[in-house]
Structure formats: structure tokens, C-alpha cells
């Protein structure tokens, strides 16, 4: 494998993880209309659970999508850092690639986990997700 078809697997696997992107922000932004409707109908417990499943598997899927996302990123950097060691001379922006996600061959293979940033953030949606099924609301006057 050459520094070009390295290049151009790379920018594959962030076209398809763009796609899934997309669905989950698709599937967030229909969990928070569901809560809301959840909300208006004042539904029973047992709605309020199926929500809650649902929910549980829009962050599921979130934070799977950001895996592939750091997964790819550190693959790319671990071949090119391959091809780096095996003797082949990179250009520039490979060595910049490189740099940035900084997993070389000398740290083994690429762990499928989000980064903290991610982490953080499918843990709010969360929490707004639980939040809007099953805290009260303050009584309005």
C-alpha cells in the first residue's frame, strides 16, 4: 500500500462516517421532538421507558460513530507511520498527518474508543434526553 491509497481509504471511511453522522443527527433531533410529544400527551410509564430504550440507543450509536471517527484518524496514522518506518519517503502532509493524530507503528494497534470530547458530549444529550422524559417540570402559574 502506497501513501496515496492510504490517502484515499481514509477520505472513504470519513465519507461513510459522514453519512452516519448524519442519521444520528437525524435520530437525536427525532429523540428530542418524541420527548417533547411525550411530554404533551403526558404518556404513561411505560411509553416514558420506550423513550428511554430509544434514547439509550441514539447515544449508543453516537458515540459508535465518533469510535469510527477516531479509529480512521489513527488508522491513517498508524500506516502512514508504517509506511514511514518500512523506508518509504512521505510527503509532507502525510508527516503532518501523522503529527496530528500521533499513533505510530511503535504503539500497536488502534483501540475502537471515542475520544474524551465525545464522550462529553453524547454525556449531556444524554442527560437532556433523561432530563426531558423523566424530570418534572417546575408548576407554572
Known sequence: M????????????????????LC????????????RRTRELNLPTYAKGVMTLFC?????FGLQVSSYLVLAQKGMSLQLSELQNSGVELSSSAIATI????????????SLAPDLPSIVI?????FMFIGGIWFKYPDQK
Open 2 to 21: 502506497n501513501e496515496f491509497q492510504v490517502f484515499q481509504n481514509a477520505s472513504l471511511n470519513f465519507i461513510n462516517n459522514a453519512i452516519y453522522l
Open 24 to 35: 444520528v443527527i437525524i435520530m437525536t433531533a427525532l429523540a428530542f421532538y418524541l420527548i
Open 56 to 60: 439509550v440507543c441514539v447515544i449508543f
Open 99 to 110: 503529527e496530528r493524530y500521533g499513533h505510530t507503528a511503535d504503539m500497536g494497534p488502534v
Open 122 to 126: 453524547w454525556a449531556t444529550i444524554g
